[in-house]
């Protein structure tokens, strides 16, 4: 106990300071990536022309490691565009640069999944293709996909311990920081763990949860 009070208590400002730069990258990056996702998703489908080169860019996203991509995102970005100009950017753009490719899948396996009958019968009764698309294949379609988008939500958190690795920091930089100070890495690097465990159970939860609500809802 009294290991865990000489380290890790005496150092609780940086670990949660890290906490915070964990969720708020994880966050950001996936609203970026589910609506860059979506976006490509829609080209995909209303855009042929664009079809082929939005596929290479899935394609290009889905089998990049993460790891590359955030140096690439880091280092090469800057020298050819002058952009990102911080590595907390760099951090969220390369984590969801990654997602939106899995995610412009998961939107279009949604979107094929809402029968077309239930379009077909919106266009019969004189509603626009904008107000199907919103009010009668969105809902559905975000139905189906909710326990992949939570489960693309974990895959960025898991992901986002390698922000350090640019200096990004997160908590994993921090537990690195501090076991280097300290010479302790037992309880700092088991506290990581033990926050990702509980984030990502609760999280599975949630989500479970609330997609049966709706379910529930649908079937009364």
């Excluded at 042929?48 to 090469?76: K, S």
Aim: glycine share 4%.
């Amino acid at each position: 106990m009294e290991l865990w009070t000489r380290t890790l208590l005496a150092n609780a400002g940086p670990v949660l300071e890290g906490l915070r730069v964990t969720m708020s990258v994880s966050a950001i990056a996936f609203i970026v990536a589910a609506l860059v996702g979506l976006a490509i998703c829609f080209a995909r489908i209303y855009v042929p022309p664009l079809r082929r080169l939005l596929g290479a860019y899935i394609a290009f996203c889905r089998n990049t490691p993460i790891f590359v991509q955030l140096l690439w995102v880091a280092y090469a970005w800057y020298d050819l565009f002058a952009w990102p100009t911080d590595v907390f950017t760099a951090a969220w753009v390369a984590l969801a640069l990654q997602s939106s490719g899995y995610l412009a899948e998961t939107f279009r396996a949604g979107f094929e999944s809402v029968p077309d009958g239930h379009v077909e019968a919106a266009h019969a009764l004189g509603i626009s293709r904008f107000t199907t698309l919103r009010r009668i294949v969105m809902p559905q379609m975000l139905l189906t996909i909710a326990p992949s988008l939570m489960n693309q939500f974990i895959v960025v958190l898991i992901c986002s311990t390698l922000v350090s690795v640019i200096a990004v920091p997160d908590l994993m930089f921090q537990a690195i920081r501090l076991t280097n100070i300290w010479g302790e890495p037992v309880p700092f690097f088991t506290f990581v763990a033990v926050v990702f465990i509980v984030l990502i159970v609760s999280l599975s939860a949630i989500s479970k949860k609330l997609t049966d609500r709706v379910h529930a809802r649908l079937a009364a």
